[in-house]
């Protein structure tokens, strides 16, 4: 169906998106199971961040035990924010998830937004972030390539999985749930290894008294977050593939609940091992400290099989990001605010692949101009918790505007969970802008340039709407 032929809801705003179910998910069949979408939401959070971020955390803070609770505090929020979304997707359970969400709630300007957004910036910065974490942390480890090497390679993981993608949802779930399994059963063992094998010490945990590198301990906890959050970053993805999930009411909130606290449980254990098992000045000054632990453990071996678990696991995050986001550019084609040719679903795969290819190019360009892991995924995540808080908000706007819809899942606690998160991603966000005048980094303005440039484009993709 052309992105002409849709409907208004109704509702005086006169937007294309569908009520329920509708247009964008007639096109898209309903392949995903609980499983699927459970892998979905733990392939996309665990990755690189556990394994790269974590000496960083480590040099923002002078105690391990705040290290730790870093970890802790950014999963309770992360948790809340699946609360938040698992409400919203369930009662619209289609292909594009916040996007559509934000239209229905704010209008389709912030939906739109968060669209170029993705595009312009998050969803493809993950993916080219990634991709050079791969090359730079994981095999540059055991690999010793060129600059302009690495950037081809890493380009040429966004191309393979961007084809799997293109050819079959089915498919490229399959890879999810065998990569997803294969990681979480590696930090199992890096835990085990850390707790039982490494002979650390408790002593690891104490204070070194070193002044964090902020002008105060909340600026530097904040901070330190942000770092945390990349790692647990992706819980999102699910609720773009909504469209495609089968029974969602009740497997998406499923999916985000169980999928988050899994992962937040996990990643609290692993960091601790890291701590008791390495002194903190060891932490803080490898590139990788799970590799450093598994040498401890298993020697040589030990540190290339950790190797292949950071490559097998980043691979996983790769390739739910490569799936999840072009849902988000096929329903607003659909909507009529982006180019009907990204509405497209190729006649035999069933997938949106003009969506997928278009985000393929996008993501080869970040990867040519930032390069590097932390480039990249610096310039990803504070944008990310902007649209977060307002997923939460969207929750509040709707259970005001619309108290009588059915809501087949409910946000315990509210409305304290959803405004805790907000609070929460509104310091984060703030914190960081902040943090990045102060100290002259041009990587989150750069972002916010990238952001900005859809205000833009709105205003010719809303004429061609209304046309």
């Keep these: 169906m052309a992105s002409g032929d849709h409907q208004p809801r109704g509702d005086g ?24 979408a459970t892998t979905i939401v733990v392939g996309s959070m665990i990755g690189s961040g556990v394994f790269l971020k974590a000496s960083k955390i480590a040099v923002r803070l002078p105690d391990p035990r705040l290290v730790v609770l870093v970890w802790a505090v950014s999963g309770v929020l992360t948790f809340f924010g699946a609360l938040s979304i698992a409400e919203l997707g369930a009662m619209r359970p289609r292909s594009g998830g916040l996007y559509a969400l934000l239209d229905e709630a704010f209008g389709p300007f912030v939906a739109f937004s968060f669209g170029w957004s993705l595009l312009a ?39 393979i999985f961007s084809a799997v993608n293109v050819v079959s949802v089915r498919v490229a779930a399959g890879v999810q749930n065998v990569l997803t399994v294969a990681k979480f059963l590696g930090l199992l063992a890096l835990m085990f290894g850390g707790f039982a094998l490494a002979h650390g010490s408790a002593e690891n945990l104490a204070p070194t008294g070193a002044a964090p590198g902020a002008p105060s301990w909340t600026s530097a906890f904040g901070l330190a977050m942000v770092s945390s959050l990349w790692a647990y970053d992706g819980w999102i993805n699910v609720s773009f593939v909504a469209g495609e999930v089968n029974d969602p009411q009740r497997n998406l909130p499923r999916a985000l609940l169980f999928g988050t606290a899994l992962v937040t449980a996990l990643y609290v254990l692993v960091n601790t091992a890291y701590h008791v098992a390495l002194p903190l000045d060891i932490v803080r000054a490898a590139k990788n400290p799970s590799r450093e632990l598994a040498l401890r453990f298993l020697g040589p071996g030990g540190a290339l099989a950790m190797t292949v678990l950071v490559t097998v696991s980043s691979l996983g995050t790769l390739n739910s990001s490569v799936l999840s986001a072009p849902r988000v550019f096929y329903a607003m084609a659909r909507d009529g605010l982006f180019f009907a040719p990204v509405g497209r679903v190729h006649e035999r795969f069933r997938t949106p692949h003009v969506a997928i290819v278009l985000q393929c190019a996008v993501a080869l360009v970040l990867l040519s101009r930032w390069k590097t892991f932390d480039a990249l995924t610096d310039n990803v995540v504070f944008v990310f918790w902007i649209y977060y808080g307002l997923g939460a908000a969207a929750v509040l706007v709707l259970r005001r505007r619309r108290p009588e819809e059915p809501r087949p899942f409910r946000v315990p606690g509210y409305p304290f969970v959803p405004l805790i998160f907000l609070a929460g991603a509104l310091f984060l966000t703030m914190n960081t802008l902040v943090d990045s005048i102060r100290t002259g980094q041009r990587s989150a303005l750069e972002a916010l340039g990238l952001f900005a440039t859809g205000a833009l484009l709105y205003p010719l993709f809303a004429r061609s709407r209304r046309r």
């Design 13 to 36: 705003r006169g937007s294309a998106t569908p009520a329920n179910g509708g247009p964008h998910d007639d096109a898209l069949p309903r392949r995903l199971g609980a499983f699927d």
């Design 121 to 159: 910036i998050l969803q493809t910065g993950s993916i080219a972030g990634i991709a050079a974490g791969i090359v730079e942390r994981a095999l540059g480890a055991e690999l010793a390539l060129s600059e302009r090497a690495s950037t081809l390679a890493a380009g040429a993981l966004v191309v």
